[in-house]
Nanobody
Framework: QVQLVESGGGLVQPGGSLKLSCAAS????????MGWYRQAPGKQRELVAR???????NYADSVKGRFTISRDNSKKMVYLEMNSLAPEDTAVYYC????????????WGQGTQVTVSS
């Protein structure tokens, strides 16, 4: 199993940018599909972006063109660069690790809060 720790959340004004990081440990990182999910108050957790072992990505329609997911296998890190942030991006963002590009993985981080507000 892999352990995940997110960082980089915070308060940002609309139109601003943030970069989230997720540090992985405990297993062979480059065998995992990695993803970022988010959960806003009163809403279900939703997929934001996912990246495969070889770097194939997919994004939620709501973040396409604004967010970029990337990974550094040598550092066991996955990142989410977020640009043109809007209030509706406010949520707790979670890192996720799994074995399938089509399904949510079983390993979760503790989450990091992102608040977009003026």
């Amino acid at each position: 199993q892999v352990q995940l720790v997110e960082s980089g959340g915070g308060l940002v004004q609309p139109g601003g940018s943030l970069k989230l990081s997720c540090a992985a440990s405990g297993s062979i990182f480059n065998t995992y599909v990695m993803g970022w999910y988010r959960q806003a108050p009163g809403k279900q957790r939703e997929l934001v972006a996912r990246i495969s072992i070889v770097g194939t990505t997919n994004y939620a329609d709501s973040v396409k063109g604004r967010f970029t997911i990337s990974r550094d296998n040598s550092k066991k890190m996955v990142y989410l660069e977020m640009n043109s942030l809007a209030p509706e991006d406010t949520a707790v963002y979670y890192c996720n690790a799994g074995r399938s590009f089509q399904q949510t993985g079983d390993s979760w981080g503790q989450g990091t809060q992102v608040t977009v507000s003026s």
